[in-house]
Every structure is written in C-alpha cells, then in structure tokens.
C-alpha cells in the first residue's frame, strides 16, 4: 500500500518569509504521479502542481517552488516571500501512473495547516 | 473553467435520517468522487465512479451508497445517518484518468445531531 506523509500538522511564519512544506512518500510502484493542493478557508481545493516520477525536475512557478528527490522519496513545497493569501492547508498525494482501485488509487497526506501572520 | 457543483454547502440532520449530498460537474469528465475530510485524518475516499452507473468502493464505503445516473451528477447517499458522519464532503472531478488532477467542489459541511 501507498503512504503519504506531511510530517508538519502547522507551520506558522511571518509574512515575507520563506516556508518549506514537506512531504514525503512510500510506493511500490515504479511509475507514479505526486500533486499539492491547497484548500483556502473557503474550503475548495485547488490543483497547484502535478510532477510525473521520470521527472526529477525542480519547479518554480512565481513564487511556489518543488523539489521532487527520488532518492529521498520526497516532493516538498517551498513558498518565497509569504503572503497572507497563502494561508491554507496544503495536501500532497500520490497516485500510482494510470490510476488504480479503492485503496491503491489516490492517496493524500493528512495536510499541512500554513499560517502567513501579517 | 471546469465547475463541481456541490448542492449545499451546510446541512444538519437528525440521526437516523437518509440524506442525500449532490454533486454536479458541467465539463464531460468520466470519473467522480466522493471524499470526507476530518480533521487529523485528512482526505479519505468513500466512493468513486469511472462511468455511468459504475462505481467503486473506496477507503470508507461502510454506511454510504453512492448513484450515478447522468455522467454528470454523483450523488452520495446515507441511508441512515449517524452522529459519527458528522464531516465535511467533497466532491471531485476529473476528465479521463483517476491520476489527472482533480476539480473539486466546495464542500458540504454535514451536521448529524
């Protein structure tokens, strides 16, 4: 079976500071796809990044950056210079390529509670 | 932009009640999903459905069925709720393969006294 791990329940920074959300993972398959989410309080998640496992290109997108390591079986989340705005949960996840059933299929970590203090 | 409609965003029932949540997409995607978020337990999926009138069970089915009669309306049902449903559902999309990304809805927040 699949597990997500984000280790970090709540992580509370001043705004303009730098956070790092990490996330690490187990599988057994050797193809896999890992996302992030983010749920703001209005509560809808929002697909942020999906990253396919022959990947291990870092990210960047403005000022959301990910670090896939396989090695270390890890997909971290590092925002620069928080805003306010980015105060959410964030969830990784994983699923195995191609999708599967039940248990095997998508699965989330438990989610990291980001607060951006003005 | 893809639209998952959830019908209501607050409801409270009395035990023992059978309470339908519904979940309406507007952008042809073949599978939906039904999750429960807790809090400490994150996202767990009760139920998913590949295709019309199909569907599978998921990490949590016990105590709910779910219908999907029109691709683009998924509805969960509990036939008699009980205090320990008390959640918040979400209802997910997405077009073609279950690891695409999802569209998710906004959430019922489910109250069962």
């Known amino acids: 079976a699949q597990k997500v791990t984000q280790a970090q329940t709540e992580i509370s920074v001043v705004e303009k500071e730098d956070v790092t959300l990490d996330c690490v993972y187990e599988?057994?398959?050797?193809?896999?796809?890992l996302f992030w989410y983010k749920q703001p309080p209005s509560g809808e998640l929002v697909f942020l990044i999906r990253?396919?496992?022959?990947?291990?290109q870092n990210e960047i997108s403005g000022r959301y950056s990910w670090n896939f390591q396989k090695s270390t079986s890890s997909f971290n989340f590092t925002i620069t210079a928080s805003q306010v705005v980015d105060s959410a949960v964030y969830f990784c996840a994983l699923s195995p390529r191609g999708g599967g059933g039940g248990a095997d299929g998508l699965t989330f970590g438990k989610g990291t509670h980001l607060i951006i203090q003005p | 932009d893809v639209k998952v409609t959830q019908s209501s965003r607050y409801l409270v029932k009395r035990t023992g009640e059978k309470v339908f949540l519904e979940c309406v997409q507007d952008m042809d995607h073949e599978n939906m999903f039904w999750y429960r978020q807790d809090p400490g337990l994150g996202l767990r999926l009760i139920y998913f459905s590949y295709d019309v009138k199909m569907k599978e069970k998921g990490d949590i089915p016990e105590g709910y069925s779910v219908s999907r009669e029109k691709k683009e309306r998924f509805s969960l049902i509990l036939e008699s709720a009980s205090t320990n449903q008390t959640s918040m559902y979400l209802c997910?999309?997405?077009?073609?393969?279950?690891?695409?990304?999802?569209?998710f809805g906004s959430g019922t927040q489910l109250s069962v006294l």
């Open positions: 599988t057994r398959d050797t193809t896999y796809y």
């Open positions: 990253r396919n496992s022959f990947d291990e």
């Open positions: 997910a999309s997405s077009l073609r393969r279950r690891d695409e990304k999802l569209f």
